[in-house]
């Protein structure tokens, strides 16, 4: 039996959904519908709607956009918006939500028009967005709108007005219809694990609004009047495999024979910091399902980044080249466990100024006791993904304020070098995206940069040094600060460790390295 609201009277295994589905209005479009928005943005969603008066609940339906890809409308369709999400974890019995404040999905590739027509409309007040880093259509290292980019040039061309690809060309050319027709702007909520990612949103909307209509005031009007409030967001979600489903679905299963194919997968843990900067269009009352509505996320963004995000992209690159499939595996090896310990006790924590009230010490055991559930099989492969995008904000800026306040304390310079285990973490990174199998073809990675990747890895020379000093010469992950030219201490360490990585060969010889 497929799950539906046809089949939810005769689903006796699934929680009730305790407001009116059929009264709610669009108050929320979402553009990145994947697994993680699924597991935490529409969880909170559903549960604040679920103590909420019936007509604040009413506002604050959600429809999602897949941005290109059909399959998230496929799967939620048949299912009335309906989905389940199965929180696991090692040793706690599963924890299924079904969540009702989805109404429907769409593929703005199909019609974008249509869905132009949806964020001009006067019930929208929230724009959210999980499009991952590489939907920013930005460069990572400054974070400056990349005006060379295919979908932003696309975007830019009056004759595509009405079928932009980029979710920030949708944005502003949505925004631009709203000032038309005197309909007020709605909040653009930026989900993603990006820094300041509300200012970062702003600043490229800003900008493409500017070179959209260089002699108007859209750009100033955006960037003055719309609302892009911070958020940090965190919940570990694995992808969901076919088999998950299969076992969801069984007689016995946690959904006793009912299938939901737009199912998710995470941890029993979420949280959301959010900046409470939404304009007049209001909110939904999120508050009531635990979110942390703060007037600044900063210091919460910069902890989750530097420190859970940082260990993941570490057990990610240093798993994968041990052999190690999982976050989970990877972590029941006592060397990688002491080495994200060691990152963030000797590295990241000396550069970072916590939330008010925080135990950071605490914070870095919770974690690691997050990374040890067995039951998630968070592939380490999925982590590494996109690393050009996420190197900066969860490693580099790490390097940048530790060398900083090493500068700033030349006093208390000490012989151990500035930087103690993180030249291993990118080090592990240049190694992961440079592999070459055994037949000399460059191991695929994906990235937005694997074919730079894949020239630097098949170049005449596979001497480290000079594979370090061209990926250290990527500008779109290194910037063009002092980080990439401090050779003592940065760029010589990182070359070090690649070339005993690449030396290494076997995962048990990394393994002995690390
Ligand atoms: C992970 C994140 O895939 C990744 O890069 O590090 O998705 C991570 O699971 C979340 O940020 C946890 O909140």
Not at 342 to 367: F, Q
Request: hydrophobic share 45%.
């Amino acid at each position: 039996m497929r799950l539906s609201e046809a089949t939810l009277a005769e689903a006796p295994a699934l929680p009730a959904i305790e407001y009116a589905r059929g009264d709610l209005r669009p108050g929320i479009v979402h553009l990145g519908l994947g697994a993680f928005f699924r597991a935490h943005g529409l969880v909170y969603t559903h549960r604040a709607l679920s103590h909420a008066p019936a007509d604040e609940a009413a506002k604050w339906g959600v429809v999602g956009v897949s941005m290109r890809s059909a399959t998230m409308a496929e799967m939620i369709g048949p299912q009335d918006g309906l989905y389940t999400v199965h929180e696991r974890a090692t040793g706690a019995d599963p924890v299924v939500v079904l969540v009702g404040c989805l109404l429907r999905c769409v593929v703005h590739a199909r019609a974008p028009s249509a869905v132009l027509d949806l964020l001009a409309s006067a019930d929208v007040r929230i724009v959210s967005l999980t499009v991952t880093e590489k939907g920013y259509c930005y460069d990572p290292a400054s974070r400056a709108l990349d005006l060379a980019n295919v979908d932003v040039i696309h975007d830019l061309d009056p004759a595509n007005a009405r079928a932009p690809r980029s979710a920030v060309g949708l944005l502003v050319l949505a925004l631009r219809a709203r000032r038309a027709a005197g309909v007020p702007p709605f909040t653009c909520l930026s989900c993603d694990n990006l820094p300041h990612n509300g200012r970062t949103l702003r600043g490229l909307c800003v900008a493409f609004a500017r070179a959209l209509e260089p002699a108007s005031d859209l750009a100033r009007w955006i960037g003055e009047l719309v609302p892009f409030p911070c958020t940090m967001v965190d919940c570990i979600v694995p992808a969901v495999q076919p088999a998950d489903v299969d076992a969801a679905a069984a007689p016995d299963g946690p959904l006793r024979g009912v299938r939901d194919e737009a199912m998710v997968m995470c941890e029993p843990f979420r949280q959301w910091a959010v900046e409470d900067a939404f304009g007049p269009l209001g909110r939904p009352p999120w508050e009531l399902a635990g979110a942390q509505l703060v007037a600044d996320v900063a210091q919460h963004e910069a902890l989750k980044l530097r420190v859970l995000n940082a260990c993941h992209s570490t057990l990610a690159y240093v798993g994968t080249l041990c052999g190690f499939e999982t976050i989970a595996h990877a972590m029941r090896e006592p060397a990688l466990a002491k080495l994200v310990a060691a990152l963030v006790e000797l590295d990241v924590l000396p550069a970072l100024e916590p939330p008010a009230g925080v135990d950071v010490h605490e914070y870095a055991r919770s974690t690691f006791s997050r990374f040890r559930n067995e039951l998630l099989g968070h592939r380490t492969e999925q982590i590494a993904m996109d690393g050009s995008q996420k190197l900066p904000q969860r490693l580099l800026a790490t390097a940048r304020a530790r060398l900083a306040r090493a500068d700033a304390e030349p006093c208390t310079a000490s012989a151990e070098p500035a930087l103690r285990v993180l030249p291993l973490a990118v080090g592990a990174w240049m190694a992961h995206s440079t592999r070459l199998d055994a037949d000399g073809q460059h191991v695929p990675v994906r990235d937005p940069l694997a074919s730079k990747f894949a020239a630097i890895a098949t170049a005449s020379t596979r001497e480290p040094r000079t594979i370090a000093a061209r990926m250290l010469a990527l500008r779109e992950v290194f910037g063009d600060d002092a980080l990439a030219a401090d050779d003592t201490r940065f760029a010589r360490p990182v070359a070090q460790q690649l070339a005993a990585l690449m030396e290494a060969r076997t995962p048990e010889r990394v393994l002995a390295h690390v």
